[in-house]
């Protein structure tokens, strides 16, 4: 969790803007370990990728999956949606790209790290994962 | 909202087949801004592509995330379904490929288009980016 | 129902390797039939895949949508989850991956295999499914 999907148009990133924006996704996370942040990016060739039936020569679609938290109040969807707009604006926005992302949660008890079921949100455990930026095995409530 | 992932074989289609492929699943949702309709394909080769633990050489596998509306009746799952299989058929039965797919639905309000939380169904905000086929400023409610 | 999606490094595995992954993922939904199993392995490029802002050199990503059946219990979930770590370990931790997967599970009704909707679970239509091996009309209840 988080799990982050790029699609963008081919050519439209170098490997240092995509490291750039990886980290600007990671640091949004900044209450979760920082190895839960996913971040996958996928060129789409122009043939390849539609928006409203046209081929989208400069579009970033991004799907994004969250798992470790819920955004439980519509304030706090509205909240965080603007954060994700701020964070991505820099390489998508400011660059002159149309854009659109989503957001689906998923069950915190469907996922797996290293073999590892994750704490619980603020527990003793996860906050030695958030310390150490690595999984470790739990030590229980 | 909504977006189409389709995984087909290599050389299934070629560019003029794949665009009118997502015209027609852009027409699934003409009560919808046109360009609402995200669609990606994405060629996956033979040994890296599996149903049933066997190859798959001849399938066509879609994934579906629905964000602006929900169906919320059995009567309306059941008449949607029989819609996008027909949208499909000329590209995937009439040809001969094998195929699945699969809806999700995902939170209205953890979606973001240019910036903009979009605007409720059929309020007059939509309607507007409905007829412009372009998000524009909300004027509220 | 289920799609797996495998993201993994440039060159980790075999289409041997793939096809091995592929079985054991299918064993693992052994009471449905072998067909609605469904894997589709990506490589992503080092400079493309990240994982805590870093680039993800010996990360596999799994994300997994479930659809024939949920999962109704915290007891089912976990045992569920050691099932997969289980069959992913040869081919993951073993061969020293870093790893981590979550399934989301989705709706039941809006799906389809080859224009028809899957029979409900444990249904006679289900069984001839899985003795088959292939869709074929449904007979009904």
Redesign the interface.
């Known amino acids: ?1 988080p ?1 982050w999907k790029v ?1 963008h148009p081919v050519g439209a990133y170098s ?1 240092e803007d ?2 750039g924006l ?2 600007r ?3 949004l996370y900044s209450r979760l ?10 060129e ?1 060739a122009e ?7 046209q ?2 020569k400069n ?1 970033v ?1 991004i ?1 994004v ?1 969250h ?1 470790a938290r819920t ?1 439980p109040t ?1 304030e706090m ?2 909240w ?2 603007e954060q ?2 701020g964070a991505l ?1 820099p390489y998508i ?1 400011d660059r002159g790209f ?10 915190f ?7 590892i ?1 994750p704490p619980l949100a603020n527990s003793a455990d996860e906050k030695r994962w958030i310390a150490e ?1 690595r999984p470790s095995p739990l030590t229980g409530a």
């Not at 043939?47 to 039936?53: E, L, Q, R, T, V």
């Not at 149309?98 to 069950?107: A, L, P, R």
């Not at 008890?109 to 073999?115: A, F, H, T």
């Open positions: 969790m799990l699609y490997a995509k490291r990886a980290e996704i990671t640091a370990p920082k190895f839960y942040v996913g971040v996958v990016f996928q789409v043939d390849a990728f539609f928006i409203g039936g081929p989208a579009f679609r799907w999956d798992i955004l519509p969807r509205k965080w949606i994700c707009d604006a926005r149309d854009w659109e992302f989503h957001i689906d949660e998923t069950s008890e469907l996922w797996s790290i290293q073999g079921r930026n």
